[in-house]
């Protein structure tokens, strides 16, 4: 929502609420958080549950910006676009023979695209340096998150990097690389 952390939202459907039971609670987790009581958690009946602590209001804030321009795009326009880029990264991706963990299915995948080869956990950390904003997870490889203001030609450029990079024959392949699933 290019807020920042900490401007997130959850849907919990409140049929199934009861369910669940969060790993990390807050003191807006709890059914009476204003006892600020010690001890075992008697999570909230309804959405709260899931909330950590004290909501932050700066980011909150800066994410108002955001919203106003995803009402302006349009989120319909935003996910056309999202199904474009990917398709477009996993196709450049397969031109380079790189596993693509990411689902082929438009209606599976989100805005990220997760591409794994042997040095990607290098690659990504020199990809940063170069000035691209990836990431890198076990078990999935380089994150590539185009969003509605990237360009077609970032997609080029980063996938050009990577095969620039694995040319290089320069990537420490003793980090984790590419696993098995």
């Not at 040095?119 to 076990?138: K, T, Y």
């Amino acid at each position: 929502m290019c807020g920042g952390p900490g401007a997130a939202y959850l849907y919990a459907r409140q049929d199934i609420i009861p369910d669940f039971k969060p790993r990390m609670t807050g003191w807006f987790s709890d059914a009476h958080p204003f006892d600020f009581r010690f001890g075992d958690v008697e999570y909230a009946a309804d959405a709260h549950r899931f909330m950590g602590g004290s909501p932050s209001v700066p980011a909150l804030h800066a994410a108002r910006a955001g919203y106003e321009i995803i009402r302006e795009v349009g989120v319909a326009a935003i996910r056309e676009k999202s199904l474009r880029q990917t398709s477009l990264l996993m196709a450049l991706a397969d031109e380079q023979g790189l596993k693509v963990n990411t689902p082929r299915a438009p209606h599976r995948r989100g805005n990220t695209v997760c591409l794994d080869f042997e040095g990607s956990e290098d690659a990504c950390q020199r990809l940063i340096a170069q000035g691209f904003v990836v990431d890198w997870r076990p078990n999935g490889g380089i994150r590539i998150s185009p969003h509605f203001y990237n360009s077609d030609g970032e997609c080029r450029s980063i996938m050009d990097a990577i095969r620039e990079l694995r040319a290089s024959g320069t990537l420490e392949k003793t980090l984790a690389g590419p696993r098995a699933h």
